[in-house]
T-cell receptor
């Protein structure tokens, strides 16, 4: 079946603009995660959605970052007033169960470049 | 705060060699440990997941071990091939949540 799909695959934008990144998880997966991969920082957790529970937003680096998940499926990560340090690859993952027991399946990511 | 370290940062070997990648973590209160592979420009592919109660997992030429009490895991790759060239990432899930905490990765090059 289809894996985790992310769009766009690449995004170049000017500093100060808002951007939206999209993630389509594997069908039926109830858990969805966003991570950021940047040079010198490695992979960092951003936010986690599980079913209808309140999301775990503890990894979001600032209030310019927000995410939502509509209908328990598609998720959008929004970055407002982008800064150059936001340049990174944003990865989405999904898993088919609650908690940590199930492996996370990753998309190919969105490479974001802020000019 | 959990910290995950991977050694070496980079490794270059001739085809056919057996090799070991190392991962260590500072807080032994983990739920599981997962090894991933990342090819350039791609996302992560899960290779092996070891629950905290397990000691090892095997898949084909790959074997991962876990010593939770000492905070260590190893990924053993037998009879390496050029197609194994990639970055290998180790990540742990803590009992406090489902997020993954990643190491910096080991960049592996297998030369034909």
């Amino acid at each position: 079946g289809a894996g985790v799909s992310q769009s766009p695959s690449n995004k170049v934008t000017e500093k100060g603009k808002d951007v939206e990144l999209r993630c389509d998880p594997i069908s039926g997966h109830t858990a969805l995660y966003w991570y950021r991969q940047s040079l010198g920082q490695g992979l960092e957790f951003l936010i986690y959605f599980q079913g209808n529970s309140a999301p775990d937003k503890s990894g979001l680096p600032s209030d310019r970052f927000s995410a939502e998940r509509t209908g328990g499926s598609v998720s959008t990560l929004t970055i407002q007033r982008t800064q150059q340090e936001d340049s990174a690859v944003y990865l989405c993952a999904s898993s088919d169960g609650q908690g940590a027991a199930r492996p996370q399946h990753f998309g190919d990511g969105t490479r974001l470049s802020i000019l | 705060k959990q910290e995950v370290t991977q050694i070496p940062a980079a490794l270059s070997v001739p085809e056919g060699e057996n090799l070991v990648l190392n991962c260590s973590f500072t807080d032994s209160a983990i739920y599981n440990l997962q090894w991933f592979r990342q090819d350039p420009g791609k996302g992560l592919t899960s290779l092996l997941l070891i629950q905290s109660s397990q000691r090892e997992q095997t898949s084909g030429r790959l074997n991962a071990s876990l010593d939770k009490s000492s905070g260590r895991s190893t990924l053993y790759i037998a009879a390496s091939q050029p197609g194994d060239s990639a970055t290998y990432l180790c990540a742990v899930t803590e009992t406090s949540g489902s997020r993954l905490t990643f190491g910096e990765g080991t960049q592996l090059t297998v030369n034909p």
